[in-house]
């Protein structure tokens, strides 16, 4: 393709045309993703796509159980394997404690899919019981999908604004355990290389980026997007369910 000089007349081929559009959708599509307003072709990591089982709306924060997929291998295993899960989502209830669960990422409607996370770090809206809890999960019998404090539980609280009741707070979901004195199951990880279809070498360091690096691992997860890899030195949390160890006990 050539420039033009201003006035010239232009005769635009289809093709071309064509290469503009699709050059213009991928630029409106990165920054809609680098916003944080949505989420590129495939899934962030620890981001999964919900749907909402309820006749509401759930809104932005409310926590819900994840009761199963949309697809199961039974009903299509080449959707199953080739597309990104969408879960069912519920309120949690007392026959529901111990599933996994989610935060919301942004409104649902009732029957419309969304985005949640499941492992991570993210802001929410949490019911502070007590001052000293230091984990937090759905309430049972909760109509709104609540999230309330806790003493022992999967999300650990990174932080919260003090005193009790409605309060924000940083949540590491997926990483907490069952308690104080449960092992951590996600940790920070610096990228060494690889990519996604055979896994990244990673440097793990289970007391935090300032403690330094105590053995190497390879770790297998989604990308942002499907046909791009996370760059060597970047810092992501890793889940020990996705990690297999050449060193020290993440197997």
Known sequence: MEKVRSGEAVNIKAST???????ANFVKEAKHSASGKGVASGLDVGIVRVKNGESTLMERFSGLVLT????????NEDEFVSCPPVFSGMLMTAAREGMPWCVL????????????????????????SASD???????????????ETAATGTARILWKESGTGTKWAILQLGGAGSGGGGEEKALMCKVT?????????VTVYPNGRSEGGTHSAKLFLPDVALDADIPAG?????HKGAMSSTGGSET
């Open 193 to 201: 290389g690889g990519d996604s279809t055979n896994g990244y070498s």
């Open 68 to 75: 199963g997929v949309a697809v199961t291998p039974e009903t």
């Open 17 to 23: 045309w064509n290469a503009f559009v699709d050059a």
């Open 133 to 147: 809890d230091q984990y937090a999960q759905p309430r049972a019998g909760s109509s709104t999908g609540v999230i």
């Open 234 to 238: 970047t810092w992501i949390i890793g």
């Open 105 to 128: 990422l942004e409104p649902i409607p009732a029957g419309e899919i969304g985005r949640a996370m499941v492992l991570g770090v993210t802001p929410a809206k949490i019911t502070v």
